[in-house]
């Protein structure tokens, strides 16, 4: 199984409420990123983990929560978000090292409203 | 700074006729180049990967090609189709291999 997935594929949410991202991978992978992308603009880094720990956080605000329960699953919990927030987040997964490839979920249009 | 720029921002073609992507990018140290695929609203998918010792890297209708001295790399595709139609990224690897360093893309539309 060489896939990530993400759920839910859509999400519409109001300024008030809390809602979670969810992504999975089955591929054993060690690494699992969290990137957020403006239409017509490459993937921007927000958070990483490493072996569940995170590793890397893009200095997000903390209204963007990540989870990581166990070496398959990552979540992305939202609280308070604010409409420019609104964007395509993608979830990857990845072996590590710099030869290893990234595989990309399909990712979570989100729209806040 | 590190950085990737492509061009052409986006282009135009007619099925069945090839086109070349360019990528330049100022990323020191340099660990490998991939070339993505992304269809809108959908994530990213690899084409290719390339290290500093490779010059070409061939993936179906695909060839990508990296000049290291001049710090420039070409995706070409051969014999476009319509399900060619998506963004194309040109992503650098330096010496952190968890923050890839994206370009700035190229929308190619195909058309029948």
């Known amino acids: 199984d060489t896939e990530v997935t993400q759920t839910p594929k859509h999400l519409v949410m109001g300024m008030t409420n809390k809602k979670s991202l969810k992504c999975e991978q089955h591929m054993g992978h060690r690494a699992m990123y969290w990137y957020k992308q403006k239409a017509k603009k490459p993937p921007e880094l927000m958070f990483v983990?490493?072996?569940?720990?995170?590793?890397i956080n893009e200095s997000v605000p903390s209204r963007f929560s990540p989870e990581c329960p166990n070496s398959s699953l990552l979540n992305l919990h939202l609280h308070a978000l604010q409409p420019e927030d609104s964007a395509l987040y993608l979830c990857?997964?990845?072996?590590?090292?710099?030869?290893?490839?990234?595989?990309f979920g399909p990712g979570t249009r989100l729209t806040v409203l | 700074k590190n950085q990737v720029e492509q061009s052409p921002q986006s282009l135009i073609i007619l099925e069945g006729k090839n086109c070349t992507l360019q990528c330049n990018y100022t990323v020191s140290p340099f660990s490998n180049l991939r070339w993505y695929k992304q269809d809108t609203g959908r994530g990213p998918v690899s084409l290719t990967i390339m290290t500093f010792s490779e010059n070409t890297k061939s993936n179906g209708r695909y060839t990508a090609t990296l000049d290291a001295d001049t710090k420039q790399s070409s995706l070409h595709i051969t014999a476009s189709q319509l399900s060619d139609s998506a963004s194309y990224i040109c992503?650098?690897?330096?010496?952190?291999?968890?923050?890839?360093?994206f370009g700035t893309g190229t929308r190619l539309q195909v058309f029948p």
């Open positions: 990857a997964s990845s072996q590590g090292g710099s030869y290893n490839e990234q595989f």
């Open positions: 992503v650098v690897t330096s010496d952190d291999p968890d923050k890839l360093i």
């Open positions: 983990y490493s072996y569940e720990k995170l590793s």
